[in-house]
Nanobody
Framework: QVQLVESGGGLVQAGGSLKLSCAAS????????MGWFRQTPGKEREFVAA????????ELADPVKGRFTISRDNAISTVTLQMNSLQPEDTALYYC????????????????WGQGTQVTVSS
């Protein structure tokens, strides 16, 4: 049974930082590219970041470039999202997802999803 468990969300002031983690189990982690998506009420879920199986390649959505960094540690089956210079518009429920195919920004290509962790940025 595949499980993706996110952690690290919380309340932070604008300009602050948070580090999200996603612990994976039940799958061969190093054969999956990983992604982070986010969703706010009334909006569609949107792509945030993705990283390739070995961590050599990554992709970030334009709104978070220069502020967020995605990384992974295949030894402990974990992917992290370091978020700096957070802004109120970053407030969302953040999801971790696993993709058996190559790195992708399209959520339809991700087979497994976590339950999400809430990030709230106050102004």
């Amino acid at each position: 049974q595949v499980q993706l468990v996110e952690s690290g969300g919380g309340l932070v002031q604008a300009g602050g930082s948070l580090k999200l983690s996603c612990a994976a189990s039940g799958l061969r982690f190093n054969t999956y590219s990983m992604g982070w998506f986010r969703q706010t009420p009334g909006k569609e879920r949107e792509f945030v970041a993705a990283i390739s199986m070995g961590g050599e390649f990554s992709e970030l959505a334009d709104p978070v470039k220069g502020r967020f960094t995605i990384s992974r540690d295949n030894a402990i089956s974990t992917v992290t999202l370091q978020m700096n210079s957070l802004q109120p518009e970053d407030t969302a429920l953040y999801y971790c997802a696993a993709n058996i195919w190559r790195i992708s920004t399209q959520q339809s290509t991700y087979a497994y999803w976590g339950q999400g962790t809430q990030v709230t940025v106050s102004s």
